[in-house]
């Protein structure tokens, strides 16, 4: 059975940087898609950003563009989400999931936090 | 922001029939491609619930299923539990400026 665990998330002030990661097993990892999803706190589910298998097709939501970026290491089956130049409306559970069309697998999810 | 608009909520007593709607529009849905559903429980992360319009995975209930017409989505629920209390999302593919995955507004269930 797939398995998907994030780490990473914490507080951090707006401005900031954090690398969140996600740890797979389960399924060979380099065959599939990869993306980030977050979930502000009380709202709804928003895309952020995917990686091909190979990690050489990767696209981001426009919110996040320029300033996020996903990578993976498929030696360590695991796919990385740098997130830099933090704003408070960043402030989300960020969840990593297998990609299809649509997101078969998710993570627990990981906590950003940002405040000053 | 979401381009799928979804009920903020829908309750039903036990056992009773509910449905949630999903509405987008000629770059998503109507422009033929799949929608798929998730459940999020509460504290917990979201699931599939519905792939592929109206396909299951296995251990999801037989009293889940999906519907596609046009520009619109549906996702059923017969004989309501207490289990089935939660948010549900809606999801599909978009090719405008939105970009790529998109998902619904988000529906709350209530058991009464």
């Known amino acids: 059975q797939a398995q998907l665990v994030e780490s990473g998330g914490g507080l951090v002030r707006p401005g900031g940087s954090l690398r969140l990661s996600c740890a797979a097993s389960?399924?060979?990892?380099?065959?599939?898609?990869m993306s980030w999803i977050r979930q502000a706190p009380g709202k709804g589910l928003e895309w952020i950003s995917y990686?091909?298998?190979?990690?050489?097709?990767?696209y981001y939501a426009d919110s996040v563009k320029g300033r996020f970026t996903i990578s993976r290491d498929n030696t360590k089956n695991s796919v990385y989400l740098q997130v830099n130049s933090l704003r408070a409306d960043d402030t989300a559970v960020y969840y990593c999931?297998?990609?299809?069309?649509?997101?078969?697998?998710w993570g627990q999810g990981t906590l950003v936090t940002v405040s000053s | 922001q979401s381009v799928l608009t979804q009920p903020p909520s829908v309750s039903g007593a036990p056992g009773q029939r509910v449905i949630i709607s999903c509405t987008g529009s000629?770059?998503?849905?109507?422009?033929?491609?799949?929608v798929h559903w998730y459940q999020q429980l509460p504290g917990t992360a979201p699931k599939v619930l519905i792939f592929g319009n109206n396909n299951r995975p296995s251990g999801v209930p037989g009293r889940f299923s999906g519907s596609k017409s046009g520009t619109s989505a549906s996702l059923a629920i017969s004989g309501l539990q207490a289990e089935d209390e939660a948010d549900y999302y809606c999801?599909?593919?978009?090719?405008?400026?939105?970009?790529?995955?998109?998902f619904g507004t988000g529906t709350k269930v209530t058991v009464l």
């Open positions: 999931a297998r990609a299809a069309d649509h997101f078969q697998y």
């Open positions: 389960g399924f060979i990892f380099s065959d599939y898609y």
């Open positions: 000629s770059s998503n849905i109507g422009a033929g491609f799949d």
């Open positions: 990686i091909s298998g190979t990690g050489q097709t990767i």
């Open positions: 999801q599909s593919y978009d090719t405008s400026v939105h970009g790529f995955y998109v």
